[in-house]
């Protein structure tokens, strides 16, 4: 199963990430020839939909520069990997390629009248100077055309998911994505209400984000900072990744040293290591080495799978 990676960075999340552990990684896998990076990235605004939009641009150059990926998988600064990528590509590749792990629930509580009703305008849709999203009156009632659905912002989706997003033969993805213009947190949202509205797609749908997040609950806007204190529930989650972590937290150094087998100074170690212990040379990309992450990772998707296939934890 091959991997390829997009990055549409803002000015600002450049300047973040040129302080992150994860970006001496990304600079040096550009020599793998399967990552890109988007140059002039758009404007983003916390919590408006020029979230989406650029979510949608990725995904819409995945399409474009290769047809030979399975799935869309979206991350911030914020996500720190559980897993090796060995460990990833090899579990991935051993499951059923029409699952799309995307948490959700029609169970809208709060956000019904907190989210769904408010009218927002973002102003990174028209301006070139960040700005934070701006209140609209009157409030609207919840549609009738279709149901709304919630849940994380992270997600991992399918191909033929991503195609249908962003060429929409029957017009839902467009329809609901100008709805979603004026909502609050439209990532929590837009994704969801498609997948779940649409029968081809509901059934693929499995309700959950590969992630260890600490919430409250109910959840509020956002969660909990991870510390070295949650390392053995992070372990046992299973997770593929993680959020969210303070810079430099002594956490991420436990991890990279119990979970990704990583040393001071080198890159994470897999198949196609060659010409140095710490992993400065590109050998046989086709060579995987999975470790113990691949079989947590494995569990847990066979669990959450499993509760999709006797229809219990679906588009409900």
């Known amino acids: ?82 897993v090796t990528q060995d460990d990833l590509i090899y579990t991935f590749s051993t499951i059923n390629r029409n699952l799309n792990f995307i948490e959700h629930t029609s169970q809208l509580g709060w956000k019904a009248e907190k989210r769904g009703m408010p009218l927002i305008v973002d102003p990174g849709l028209y301006s070139t100077i960040k700005a934070d999203i701006y209140g609209a009156t009157p409030l609207r009632s919840l549609p009738t055309a279709f149901k709304l659905f919630t849940g994380s912002a992270w997600m991992v989706l399918t191909r033929p998911f991503v195609e249908y997003l962003i060429w929409g033969w029957d017009n839902l993805p467009r329809t609901l994505l100008m709805y979603y213009t004026n909502f609050i947190s439209s990532p929590e949202g837009y994704f969801h209400t498609v997948i779940c509205n649409v029968p081809e797609f509901a059934q693929t749908a499995v309700s959950h984000d590969l992630h260890y997040i600490a919430w409250d609950n109910p959840p509020k806007q956002h969660p909990h900072i991870l510390t070295i204190n949650d390392t053995n529930e992070m372990i046992a989650s299973g997770a593929a990744f993680a959020r969210k972590f303070k810079h430099d937290d002594p956490v991420l150094d436990k991890i990279d040293k119990d979970l990704l087998r990583r040393k001071n100074g080198s890159f994470t170690p897999g198949g196609w290591c060659s010409g140095s212990p710490k992993c400065s040379e590109v050998g046989n990309l086709d060579n995987i080495k999975p470790g113990p992450g691949a079989s947590r990772l494995k569990d847990l998707i066979s669990r959450v799978a499993l509760l999709t296939n006797l229809k219990q934890n679906q588009c409900k």
């Not at 000015?11 to 040129?18: A, F, N, T």
């Not at 896998?29 to 399967?34: A, H, L, P, V, Y």
């Not at 002039?40 to 150059?61: D, E, F, Q, W």
């Open 1 to 82: 199963m091959n991997m390829l990676f997009i990055w549409t960075l803002s000015p600002q999340q450049r300047k973040d990430w040129s302080l992150h552990r994860e970006w001496r990684s990304i600079r040096f896998s550009q020599k793998f020839g399967n990552v890109y990076m988007i140059s002039k990235a758009n404007m983003v605004t916390y919590r408006g939909p020029t979230m989406v939009s650029n979510t949608l641009h990725a995904c819409a150059i995945l399409l474009k520069r290769r047809k030979d990926w399975d799935w869309f998988i979206n991350l911030s600064a914020s996500d720190y990997p559980l």
